[in-house]
């Protein structure tokens, strides 16, 4: 739903951007309120909401409301629920990993169609400019994105680093934080309350916030002004993150063609002589 609304953000009028801010602000319980309510909170009339849901793509308020609660539904479950759904089958399956390579080949696909293309362009000119710093971090299983990341950008850029996952670091790190900086983040469901503390925080100093998640949107993207959403579902007990791992590698090979002069430059003196 969220990934819905910012593709639909730039042919929205004044007033329909309103109710899609209001919307993402109080994501997604704001959308559980009857459409009155819903409208009076976004600073819009409740034709207005209408459209909006139409402009969505649903039929009526209550379609788009069913919606909502599909989505929450899938956001929260954990990978315990997805194996219980769908339990792993027993005995030997030869043809397993080549229907698993085939399922992250589409999960590629369908994420270069899902991530506008300015976007995309956007996050990696701002990374490339080399202006201010740039800090990445993430969750229990995406803060090892955050470090591959991390490891590729110190090379090409300076001011690149990664905030520490324990909240303590974290905020002692963040008192060199400036406005102007960007902050990449990866969060991908089950949403961790703290990641999106940390990047309320960095908004509130005016830093750029980035965010990579999934294709269910981490509430962090209150809080940014880029979202890069991947599609990571397998149907499986675990989603899988490897088109994240991809978004980044096309991220990092961009980025260095944007600056390759100085880029080049500084690669060649870390070359070990």
């Known amino acids: 739903m969220e990934s819905r609304v910012h593709e639909a953000m730039h042919r929205l009028t004044a007033a329909e951007k309103r109710v899609a801010r209001g919307l993402l602000a109080n994501y997604p319980t704001i959308g559980f309120a009857p459409v009155a309510e819903f409208s009076r909170q976004s600073g819009a009339s409740a034709a207005t909401a209408l459209r909006f849901v139409a402009q969505l793509g649903y039929g009526s308020y209550p379609e788009f409301q069913r919606a909502l609660r599909q989505e929450l539904e899938e956001r929260v479950k954990s990978p315990l629920q997805r194996g219980l759904a769908r339990p792993p089958a027993p005995g030997r399956d030869d043809q397993f990993l080549d229907r698993f390579f085939h ?83 990866f969060d991908v469901r089950r949403y961790d309350p703290q990641l999106v503390a940390t990047a309320a925080s960095l908004a509130a100093r005016r830093v750029f916030v980035v965010l990579v998640t999934d294709a269910w949107i981490s509430p962090v993207s209150r809080h940014a002004k880029i979202v890069l959403p991947c599609e990571t579902g397998t149907d499986r007990t675990w989603d899988a993150n490897l088109v994240l791992f991809g978004t980044m590698e096309a991220l990092i090979a961009r980025t260095t063609e944007l600056c390759w002069a100085s880029a080049s430059n500084r690669m060649g003196l870390g070359e070990p002589t």
């Not at 080399?130 to 300076?158: N, Q, V």
């Open 103 to 185: 399922q992250a080949v589409d999960n590629l696909h369908a994420t270069a169609r899902r991530i506008p293309s300015s976007e995309f362009e956007a996050v990696c000119a701002r990374i490339a400019d080399g202006k201010g710093a740039c800090h990445l971090f993430g969750g229990r299983f995406t803060d090892a994105i955050a470090a591959y990341t991390e490891a590729h950008l110190r090379l090409i850029r300076p001011g690149v680093r990664r905030l520490d996952g324990r909240t303590s670091s974290r905020n002692d790190q963040l008192l060199d934080v400036k406005p102007g900086d960007t902050a990449i983040v």
